[in-house]
Every structure is written in structure tokens, then in C-alpha cells.
């Protein structure tokens, strides 16, 4: 690239909103954060076999076993969900990673429309 020419990028700013919906739809529909939470709050009916556990396809998972997972209050998990309060980017990247997504996939971004150089 010259040296005169510079790359414009849009700037991406997160919708809380919108990624708060998320968590909340990824609590109820994730079978990957579903059997993982199962797993950490001592779920008995699989003897530890996730794979054919019938607990985590059945049950929609509750704030407060997301809270015991993420050690945190079930007030953070309702507010991380209704965007009220913003959930620590560590956080973030752990629910992420229990899901087996990638962050950007997980956070729902709007452009502002505010170009960028680089």
C-alpha cells in the first residue's frame, strides 16, 4: 500500500440489545451451553455421558445455573440478557467458547457509519 493511500473501514459499534437477545435465545437453544451447564450444576441423569443425556435437550437452562457457571449473581445473567448492564469481554469469550462459536459471532454489531483509517 502507498504511503499516500490509506484503507477506510467502517466502524463497528455492538448492539447491546441485539446481543443481549442473543444470550437469552443461545440460553434456551445451545445445545453445546446446554449440556455444559448441565454437567457443571451435577446433572445425575447421564452418569457423566453428556452425548445421550436427555436433561440438557428437554430443560431450558435457568438464569440462576448460568449464574452458578459464570460465578456470578442471577441479577447479572437477567441483566447481561435485557442490556442493561454490559457483560466483561472474559465473560463474553467464555460463553462463546462453551458454545463453540467465535466471539464475533456471538456479539451483533451496527455501523455507525464513521470511516476509519488505517
Request: proline share 3%; charged share 25%.
Amino acid at each position: 500500500m502507498n504511503e499516500g493511500n490509506m484503507e477506510i473501514f467502517d466502524r463497528k459499534l455492538i448492539d447491546w440489545v441485539a446481543t443481549g437477545n442473543r444470550l437469552r435465545q443461545l440460553r434456551r437453544d445451545n445445545i453445546y451451553l446446554r449440556r455444559y451447564i448441565c454437567c457443571c450444576n451435577g446433572c445425575r441423569d447421564c452418569g457423566g455421558n453428556c452425548e445421550t443425556c436427555r436433561n440438557p435437550k428437554k430443560a431450558k437452562i435457568s438464569q440462576m445455573n448460568m449464574a452458578n457457571v459464570f460465578h456470578v449473581s442471577e441479577s447479572s445473567i437477567v441483566n447481561w440478557e435485557l442490556a442493561r448492564s454490559i457483560p466483561p469481554l472474559e465473560e463474553l469469550m467464555f460463553y462463546a467458547q462453551i458454545c463453540r462459536m467465535d466471539l464475533t459471532e456471538l456479539i451483533v454489531f451496527k455501523m455507525d457509519g464513521y470511516p476509519i483509517a488505517v
